[in-house]
């Protein structure tokens, strides 16, 4: 009866170990989760929305450079009582009139150009946000699928422990029924049992928490997810240089920046165009009833130039010039933190990825010294010179040394695509996704030029 308690303990290790490693068919793959992150996660789609929002800045500025008409229209009453040379009169009359005006700006300080410029820098920078907004979600896709991954092969791991404890639990009363163990051995077995059981409670709410997770940010239920490889070495930095250099380059939030930088520098230039003259031209026609008898009508046309030069409006421009070069300076500051930012992640990540290779080859030959140390201890047990408790000892360290394997393996996963990421180059078209990429420029050429109307492209 000794033997067969060790066999199935040795036995159930290796099952464990194997689930692990064992990939499902017709698994749900990592791409295939990402693709529909890309499509569904709601923070995208509203940076997306806020991008488009955005565009709307340049034909917003442009209007500055067109006309403005207005059509008037005014009717009243007028009752006039009036006495001349002992004579009375009386005289009702009902004006009104339709004016057509129209006013166009010649100069204003450059504030219209400087605006459509400022416009279009903050359209680069929004579609750098939005470049940032989908590395960041993709990234997050990646983290939620690999928990998944992680903590279903450790509640397999730790329901798989229960199992055999359970049955160790049972072996070991009926043989201290017969005699053969004692009572100690039997409660060594139960405390061993009752602590995996806490150990599978706790795997089980931390897969629920990952699924969460997932769906939060794939947008639907894991089903069957399947065994993910790092990114390809040829597809990363070869050294940490390279990666620095690659980020400093590429990564969107130092772009986004230093477009910062440049809209910020065209709002001092636009509040400063207020201490310019402004030169305008209005043209209006007028049709006019009963304006002063009754029955007569006229018509008015007049066209009117109109130079307005500031002299001192109370200091309020002078001050607001002021605050847009303080804000200027904050943004140059701030493209210094965003740099800074993205070499510390760059850092952190390929640190990481180092940590990481070293982790999964000692958590392999950990696992493997440990099945040894397994097979060993129950061997000796079969002739008397090991206890049981020193086969649970055993196992406990075999299914620690399994954990570890699972979490360096999701570690390594994660630092890679982190590492990706940090430099500037995760994206949907990077990883080959199969999904219709988002192009925040087809918006912006359907309204640059807009006049009018309330529809958005997508018809809203």
Known sequence: MKSSVFQSVATAALVAGSLVVAAPLRAQDL????????????DLNAQRANTRSVD????????????????????????IDGKSGGNRSQTELMPRSVTLSATQTIYNGNRTSNSIRQAESSIFASRETLRNTEQNTLLDGVTAYMNVVRDQAILQLRQNNVNVLNEQVR???????????????????EARLAGARSDLAVSQSNLRGSVARFKQIIGMEPKRLGAVKPVAAARLPKNQGEAVNRAIKDHPAISAALHGVDAQSLQVKIVEGELYPTVSLTGSLARRYDSSTQGDSRNVGSVLGTVSIPIYDGGSTYSRTRAAKETLGERRLQVDSARDRVIQAVVASWALMEATGFQIEG????????EIALNGVREEARVGQRTTLDVLNAQQELLNARVSQVTAQRDRVVASYALLSATGQLSARSLGLKVATYDPKVHFEQVKDSWLGLRTPSGE
Do not use: C, W
């Open 56 to 79: 709307e800045g340049v034909p917003t500025a442009k209007s500055g450079n067109r006309p403005r008409i207005t059509l008037q229209g005014d009717a009243g009453y007028t009752a």
């Open 171 to 189: 072996q070991t009363k009926d043989r201290f029924n017969v005699g053969e163990v004692t009572r100690t051995d039997v409660a060594q077995a």
């Open 31 to 42: 791409n295939a989760a990402l693709a529909h992150a890309y499509m569904a996660n709601p």
């Open 363 to 370: 958590a392999n030959a950990q696992v493997a010294a440990a």
